[in-house]
């Protein structure tokens, strides 16, 4: 489960939310294989206060889908020329 913040996110605490937003998605589907494109951690991980997702989620999640690869807990693969996310 993800928990919402109370209050609306700052543009600056977009991707350390969404970081957490995945861990904990992946702790609780370790035994899944996992695939995840920035656009779908926006979209599965809505922020409370925004009725739709926009350019600024979609990047702050492709930040920290990217954070967590060069920390090695995703692999980054290119498919068809969009990055995809995999827990491997």
Known sequence: ???????PL??????P????????????????LTVLTAREVADLFPLPQK??????EIKAAEKALEQLASKGLLCRRE???EA?????
Not at 51 to 56: P, S
């Open 1 to 7: 489960m993800v928990v919402l913040p109370t209050i």
């Open 10 to 15: 700052q543009p600056h605490e977009l991707i």
């Open 17 to 32: 939310w969404y970081e957490q937003a995945i861990k904990q998605h992946l702790n609780e589907h370790s035994s899944s």
């Open 51 to 56: 009725k739709e997702v926009g350019v600024q």
């Open 79 to 81: 498919i068809q020329g």
């Open 84 to 88: 995809r996310y995999i827990n491997d």
